[in-house]
């Protein structure tokens, strides 16, 4: 769902989550525009429809400064209604529909007798109040009213459905911000679950480091601790990153990790460069590494190999992390079942990271991914991400 609403909206920005496109896109038409605008139609119509179709005598400039003058009398009586109605929206339908019709025949009955009189001033025609013949004035009078009742009542229908229609897209709006807030919740939730093994073990070398007088290593350490830890924290996760500045911040991962390893850990980065622009989440890597040597690597006294690689296929972004630590058919179906896991207590612990990550990814991208965790022979364990290829060439 978020990213069908950021490709909706022109992925104008990385942020999957703004409200700023969603708002624009939904403001709400000036009720002042639309009122004159509409007015200014009925003069229009009827001023051609006058002068088309009405009787050969009739003077233009009286005629159209007679319509002008009784569109703009309406527009004057219309606007109180819009006041009215805006109080009516939680009446029921039976009481809203009286109020209408009375609010139209008080108007109609207010603006018959001045258009009338505008008519029979400017253009001298009828006057239904002049004595004579009252039955017949009183019957024009009448179809002057119902003809302004309807002109009124047109002008009802238009506001209540115009108000109708952005009420409906405003509560879908506001359905998409709450929709947005759980995701950026729960992103951040599984974002910010940062493995304190990782950060104790890291501390403890440092500390070694210190103990046998390896100071310059030491610092070293610590001062790529640091910029992994910035680049971890202040990377808002509502926000993509570009998969080379993943790859880069996944390398002072693995700088820290050699330090403890050393020799015993080899890692092979194999990134297309078609992919190298490719917008990921951030820190998506880095768990699937630290997973691999925690449950992998670390487990085998020769050490052992570690291979991330990425590829373009048609629209999509293939990821892959590789690592040949033993693996059995049990673990293989442990982890899946953690994977497919409703409940955070039925998650195994080697699976906790591989989870978040698939969660994230299904999250940011409405299910339109596949995460897979595949046996490799003779030994290892194979991690695959699939997501869709979002365009780099979006400024912010």
Not at 208 to 216: A, H, I, N, R, Y
Request: proline residues 4%; neutral net charge; contains cysteine.
């Amino acid at each position: 769902m978020v990213f069908k609403q950021w490709q909706k909206l022109g992925a104008r920005s990385y942020d999957l989550f703004t409200e700023q496109g969603v708002l624009e896109e939904l403001s709400k038409p000036s009720f002042w525009w639309l009122h004159v605008l509409g007015w200014l139609c009925y003069v229009l119509i009827f001023s051609i429809d006058n002068l088309v179709f009405g009787e050969l005598e009739l003077q233009v400039a009286p005629l159209l400064s007679m319509l002008f003058l009784s569109g703009l009398t309406a527009a004057l009586l219309t606007l109180p209604l819009r006041y009215l109605y805006r109080r009516c929206w939680n009446l029921s339908l039976g009481s809203l529909v009286l109020v209408i019709v009375f609010a139209c025949a008080l108007v109609a009955g207010i603006w018959t007798p001045i258009k009338n009189s505008l008519s029979w001033y400017l253009l001298n025609g009828f006057n239904v109040f002049e004595p004579g013949d009252i039955e017949f004035s009183f019957l024009k009078f009448l179809g002057s009213s119902g003809y302004a009742f309807c002109m009124i009542l047109a002008w009802s229908c238009l506001y209540f459905s115009i108000n109708y229609h952005f009420r409906l897209r405003q509560k879908q709006e506001a359905l998409m911000v709450v929709s947005r807030l759980s995701h950026v919740a729960q992103i951040k939730m599984l974002r910010y679950q940062i493995n304190p093994h990782f950060l104790f073990n890291t501390l403890n070398a440092i500390s070694t480091l210190v103990l046998l007088g390896k100071k310059e290593c030491a610092n070293r350490m610590l001062t790529k601790l640091a910029s992994f830890l910035r680049f971890s924290l202040d990377n808002d996760p509502e926000r993509l990153i570009f998969l080379q500045e993943e790859i880069e911040a996944l390398q002072l991962y693995l700088d820290i990790e050699k330090v403890r390893f050393q020799e015993r850990l080899q890692i092979d980065i194999n990134i297309e460069p078609s992919t190298a622009s490719a917008l990921v989440s951030g820190l998506l890597l880095q768990p699937l590494v630290e997973n691999a040597i925690k449950y992998g690597i670390g487990n085998m006294r020769q050490g052992g190999r570690i291979a991330i690689s990425s590829q373009q296929l048609s629209n999509r972004l293939y990821l892959t992390v590789f690592n040949n630590g033993p693996v059995t058919e049990f673990d293989i179906v442990r982890i899946r079942q953690s994977l497919s896991s409703t409940s955070s207590d039925e998650v195994s612990t080697s699976g906790i990271g591989l989870k978040n990550i698939k969660d994230r990814i299904h999250i940011l991208f409405d299910g339109d991914c596949h995460f897979d965790v595949l046996p490799v022979e003779p030994t290892g364990l194979k991690v695959e991400i699939q997501i869709p290829i979002i365009p780099p060439n979006y400024k912010l």
